[in-house]
């Protein structure tokens, strides 16, 4: 059974950077591993994900140019790098994953996703 456990989240000045990493129980290959966020009261979001061994890449358009999603060839890991952070991105992360690719047109269906890991808080101030 998959496992999804998520790290590196904390609070950040407006403009800075973190490194979110979602280590995963098992080898993946083909699957899709996506990261979402959620904030109070607002609906999940899709922010990035990544089909593993294949790496292709998808980005929302409110982080792309700003955050990259990459795979770590020797780890069962995954990052997602995220600069020049706004308030509007404070939200609690979820790293995601579904036994297929990403989809150019599906990859936001957090329905998808069958495992999910506990997530990890990111918190920017202006």
């Known amino acids: 059974q998959v496992q999804l456990v998520e790290s590196g989240g904390g609070s950040v000045q407006a403009g800075g950077s973190l490194r979110l990493s979602c280590e995963v129980s098992i080898s993946m290959y083909g699957y899709c591993v996506g990261w979402f966020r959620q904030a109070p009261g607002k609906e999940r979001e899709g922010v990035a994900a990544i089909t593993t061994g294949v790496g292709d890449t998808r980005y929302a358009d409110s982080v792309n140019g700003r955050f990259t999603i990459s795979q770590d060839n020797a780890k069962n890991t995954l990052y997602l790098q995220m600069n020049t952070l706004k308030p509007e991105d404070t939200a609690r992360y979820y790293c995601?994953?579904?036994?297929?690719?990403?989809?150019?047109?599906?990859?936001?269906?957090?329905?998808?996703?069958?495992?999910w890991g506990q997530g990890t808080q990111v918190t920017v101030s202006s």
């Open positions: 995601a994953a579904r036994a297929f690719d990403c989809g150019l047109d599906s990859w936001t269906r957090g329905s998808l996703y069958i495992y």
